[in-house]
């Protein structure tokens, strides 16, 4: 098991940026795909963005496409993601998730794929 720690969430102005941040420990990164989801009360999570082990592939879900970007620093042992043009709607907890992965040209854009998750942080967008 690896265990995830994000950071960098707070309160932004719509059309505002962030990047969160998340920390890997117990275990090289490597190994991992990983990926973004995040959920809002109520509602289910939502995938926003994954990247294969080395980093070579990285995807963002369907809504967010051209806003969120993830990325990675195998040699840190770090996540990243980089949230642009802030919405109102973006306002939610964001999750960090990871999953041990054998071939670098696996991604997985569901939160079941996933058996590593952080605690999350909170993202709250004003208007």
């Known amino acids: 098991q690896v265990a995830l720690v994000e950071s960098g969430g707070g309160l932004v102005q719509a059309g505002g940026s962030l990047r969160l941040s998340c920390a890997a420990s117990g275990r090289s990164l490597s190994q991992y795909a990983m990926g973004w989801f995040r959920q809002v009360p109520g509602k289910e999570r939502e995938f926003v963005a994954g990247?294969?082990?080395?980093?070579?592939?990285?995807y963002s879900g369907n809504s967010v496409k051209d806003r969120f970007t993830i990325s990675r620093d195998n040699a840190n042992n770090m996540v990243y993601l980089q949230i642009n043009s802030l919405k109102p709607g973006d306002t939610a907890v964001y999750y960090c998730?990871?999953?041990?992965?054998?071939?670098?040209?696996?991604?997985?854009?569901?939160?079941?794929?996933?058996?590593?998750w952080g605690q999350g942080t909170q993202v709250t967008v004003s208007s």
């Open positions: 998730a990871g999953r041990l992965a054998y071939s670098d040209t696996q991604y997985y854009g569901t939160e079941t794929d996933y058996d590593n």
């Open positions: 990247i294969t082990r080395s980093g070579g592939t990285a």
